[in-house]
């Protein structure tokens, strides 16, 4: 059996070792780096310390809008109100951070399965609600979301959207 | 260091995977249909199932379900877990870590295995099993058994492997294989008559698979599969293979594609999409890394069998070499697997394979390029390509944590439309029990906690999967 994969370091002559070294260090200079945060990350997270959100972080008007239903039907089951306004931390519907209902944050999100999965699970989609929603969503052009809402406007419903203003300005 | 590098891969994997919900899809039937069986029940239920032949699979999910003591989660997941500890355990006996050198070779090779888009399809899915992984780390212990000193026991488990692993899942011959190839380029540890029983047994599979019951393989046409730029579906694929009598061009594709993605990363599912992009001059950085890192690894691989070309026809092969060829066996054995449609996960153990040959040429690489008689121009040619082929591999690693991410988002949105997704399968259980089952597989789903991809910039995204 020819064995060739270990180094002979005996025969290797001053001053061609660093150079050696230096090619097998570039072959695992980015896997070492990735090795090592992910091993400060995991260290972070035991800790306690993690850059990431779970679903436990989040608000309902959040797992509205990142699309969570799972997180939605948890914290409805455990008796959230489906219809209080939160906060919605910046960097989730846009950059900066909101108070607002889960269903606008459905529509700001513009997530119309979960405008519907909210409206079936106790969201309130009514003669108070739904105008400043049906507006939202056209100032939005969330087209799909307005014409879902509008299927559940009463056929003598007048639409007004002159009051209505966006929770942002820009 | 090989130890803590490959323990660490482990647990950032493991880790991914805990915090994912078990799939619906795929997986929550199988459960339910295992549920009201006893375990001899499952076996017999599915010994001659027509296409498929993986009776031990249903069977590992009804143990685990009825020895989960109510925790379906923690026991499905603590399974995929201690295969994944497993595969990370026979990966690194395997390689024959020894120096310094071969250490900083195998954290190079732990990223190509962890980054190989094969490597997903054992990792972000259970079926509720994974038995991917399980074929893989079969067929990498089939290996270690020939690397070892032999013996009855050698003997008795390399065929307990090639019984266990044929009844899990079709791919499962592949441990017969490995032990062929293996003996073929002089690793003895299971004997001749090791191999002659294991051959048997493989002969009485292929007459009970083929003759006796006729459960044969899955038809062309039962799937839809990646073909050429997009992917066909299975209509097409009898309009333009079966009726047209030209079947046997489209399993000569899915056999050379299956192929090329081990080595190109290049299919994937059979659709040449980094191809597409290339040719179409929609290039993303996540189809630069992928070039890169196919050119990098199977670039060291092309040296280092033109290198030990003569030793090679000369019947000499030592741990490099053995590595090497084995999975060019495998991989062709792995992609013969896929003649009727490719699927990267069925290529997953051929994957592994291609990570420890990569490890054997970087080593090989790593010690023969930077002798002194090497000039240093071409030392630091070297040096710049396995740079730019360990940072592409590794981007592929995170892109795999990303991918993670992705599909927890995804389970979870699925288990909060269970009832619906049941209905539409006509699949909606009837027994209390299977009602009391599914809400509780619901709940455990509810309680998983997966990282959020809210927070991974859009600019990052693009290096992780093409958009």
Redesign the interface.
Known sequence: ???????GAAT??AG?GT??R??????????????IV??AL?IA?WMGY?????????TLPEAAA?????????QIESSVDPNRAERVRS??VRPGEYRMTPLEAAVASGHVDTVE?LHQHGARVDSATLPSLLCFAQLQGADEIATHLRKLMPSDFILKCDGVRLPWTD | MAWSAASLTALVVCLAVVRNPLQITDSLVPILKVQDMSAWQVLMGKIDSGGFFRPLRFMQIKLLLDGSGGHYNLAYKLFHVLFIAALFFVFVRVARVRTKNDALAFTYALVVLTGMHTFLGMVWEEYAINHFIEIAVFSIAALLLCQSHGGVIADTAAAVLFVVATLTLDSGPLVWVVVVAARLVGLRGVSRRGVAVMTGLLAAYMFYRFGLFNIGAPDAGERATGFGFSRIEPADIQRRFVETGRLYYFHLYNVVSAFASIFLSEPTNGRWMLTERVVTGNIDPMVITSIVSALVGTGLLVLFAIHRRAAWAARQFDHADQLVIICVVVALANAAMCFSYVKDDIMSTAGVFYALAVFAATRDALTRWSQPSRPTAATAVLGLMLFAGGAAWTIRTIGLQYQMLRIGAADRYEWAHVDEWLAQQDQTPTTPQGKGLVQDLRAEAMRTRPLSLLFVPRWAVKWFITE
Request: charged share 15%; net charge negative.
């Open positions: 059996m020819v064995h060739h994969g270990v180094i290797t002559p061609t150079t050696r230096d090619v097998a260090l570039a072959a695992s200079a980015a896997p070492a780096a990735w090795l992910a091993t995991v997270g993690t850059p990431f959100l779970t679903p436990a972080d989040l990142v699309r969570d239903h799972l997180e939605i039907l948890r960097g989730l999965f």
